[in-house]
């Protein structure tokens, strides 16, 4: 048998390990978890366990209820199968606060340790993401998109570990007896990854954060900083407000104002153009569906790369549409002659998925591509392959489902099979590889849980903070805002990445900060 030294020993190394799992995937996480609990058995000592149970005990029933609501709500589901597989997932919330609440409380060194380790390892992941971004690791979906950078998990939940690491090298830059070189390296690096990965999801949740830090935080250690930040703060939103404007506004300016029945007719070659004069999406500021001699355009582009005119560039779009948005980026009509005129240079771009000739920084290119695709919608009402459009289809869907099972819901799990028979029975505008689940925590719990569930769900899960008023806490205020923005745009707690991240993190807040005085923040 071990001795009580040697069961710390491996309940900090696991904790340690769950840390570095959080960013390089499920097998670490699984070891880790297995490895806890393990050890948190085979030490006993349960007399000393329950004693801390009972200190916590609002709590940790609190934190164990998000779990048990969930077994409970099996007696529900017609998709057992799937409801046990989401209970499999859902084991970190059962066992993290478990183990963690009920062991001896960390000392600020051990706390420290973890939250450092866990800096450490995102900086690595950060590395990893600049490999994978000049081909050094090549990654499975390399479709070029910037989301395909995050190897290890969802772009959406390594986006929200980012964005906490930079909250959190902030503050150890600020407020902390850490090396301020080694601190501000941690946020540089972190801030380096998040523009690489260009999460608008985290663009918002980092602005929320911010904002609410300055307006709500009046007392405590960001005192001293308030004023001297809020005001350029409101200036940069300022300038932001009136940069988006500006690119919205640039998009939707032709630079050539046309009249229909002065088109040109025929190509230099002598095809005849199609212009389809009801769609008025720019690219560049020039027609987009104007001037268009396909047939001719095959030929020419076929011979001009290996790509096939109707096959798809390497970011996975049909390339006919890319070679089309291209060359309108440029003024150019898409007919044989024009396409000539392209360098080699132009023709790999378009292979690699590049829209427009013109070179704009990563925040740029996706508040752009965010804006035609409105605009895509707006002229052809076809969602399909629209990343954000489609979401308000899934959105749509699931509110039709939960309305039909509304007070109890599906049961656990049941989310699937259920919006599976709405896409089908809607006759849903979405092409089927396109039929996906919510894509929103809280719309799959709705139907999951039902309107009773939920509430129930929520109630819990809130519970514990004003409890504690742990809600203090920037760090955890921080964490929260993170939590609800990412729950919006993601199923996050129907993934063994997001549970963990989730459970890891709000447990060690919950449980260890009235403990750790010098990261209590008070």
Request: with cysteine; net charge positive.
């Amino acid at each position: 048998m071990l001795g009580q030294q040697w069961h710390r020993r491996l309940y900090i190394f696991f904790l340690l390990l769950f840390s570095i799992g959080l960013l390089f995937g499920k097998i670490l996480l699984s070891i880790s978890l297995i490895g806890m609990f393990v050890n948190y058995v085979t030490e006993g000592n349960f007399k000393s366990k329950r004693g801390f149970f009972l200190e916590n005990q609002y709590i940790l029933v609190g934190l164990l209820l998000l779990f048990f609501i969930e077994l409970i709500w099996l007696i529900f589901t017609n998709d057992l199968s799937n409801g046990i597989n989401s209970l499999r997932i859902k084991l970190p919330l059962l066992i993290l606060p478990v183990v963690i609440g009920t062991s001896k409380p960390l000392k600020p060194k051990e706390w420290k340790s973890i939250l450092t380790v866990f800096l450490c390892s995102l900086c690595v992941s950060v590395l990893v993401v600049f490999l994978v971004k000049y081909d050094v690791i090549s990654s499975k979906k390399n479709t070029g998109s910037n989301r395909d950078l995050s190897i290890f998990m969802s772009h959406i939940r390594y986006a929200v570990l980012l964005s906490f690491g930079f909250f959190l090298s902030g503050y150890l830059l600020f407020m902390q007896k850490l090396n301020k070189v080694i601190a501000l390296v941690f946020m540089l690096i972190i801030a380096a990854g998040l523009y690489q990965l260009n999460s608008f999801t985290s663009y918002i949740a980092i602005i929320i954060s911010m904002l609410f830090l300055f307006l709500n935080f009046q007392k405590g250690v960001f005192v001293r900083y308030r004023l001297a930040v809020i005001v350029p703060f409101f200036l940069l939103f300022a300038v932001i407000a009136l940069y988006f404007k500006s690119v919205y506004l640039e998009m939707n300016t032709p630079k050539v104002e046309i009249v229909n029945n002065e088109l040109p007719k025929y190509s230099p070659n002598g095809e005849k153009y199609l212009h389809d004069t009801i769609n008025n999406t720019l690219e560049n500021g020039f027609y987009l569906w104007r001037n268009i001699a396909e047939m001719e355009l095959v030929t020419a582009w076929n011979k001009a790369s290996n790509i096939p005119f109707y096959a798809f560039d390497k970011r996975g779009q049909e390339i006919k549409y890319t070679i089309y948005r291209y060359m309108t980026s440029m003024g150019l009509r898409k007919d044989a002659n024009s396409l000539s005129q392209l360098r080699r240079g132009d023709v790999i771009r378009i292979e690699n998925g590049e829209t427009t000739y013109l070179k704009y920084n990563l925040f740029e290119k996706r508040l752009r591509s965010l804006i035609f695709e409105f605009q895509q919608y707006k002229q052809t009402k076809n969602p399909n392959n629209q990343t954000l459009i489609q979401r308000f289809f899934y959105w749509k869907i699931a509110l039709k489902t939960y309305s039909k099972h509304w007070f109890f819901g599906y049961g656990t799990g049941g989310y699937k099979e259920a919006m599976s028979k709405e896409y089908k029975m809607a006759s849903s505008i979405l092409e089927i590889e396109n039929q996906k689940y919510p894509h929103n925590q809280f719309l799959t719990q709705l139907i999951n849980l039902g309107l009773f569930g939920f509430i129930l769900w929520l109630t819990v899960l809130v519970s514990p903070l004003l409890y504690t008023r742990i809600y203090r806490n920037p760090l955890c205020f921080v964490f929260g805002i993170l939590m609800v923005v990412s729950m919006l745009s993601d199923d996050m707690l129907e993934r063994q990445s997001g549970v963990s991240i989730f459970s890891f993190i709000y447990t060690l807040f919950i449980t260890q900060t009235k403990e750790n005085k010098s990261f209590s923040f008070e």
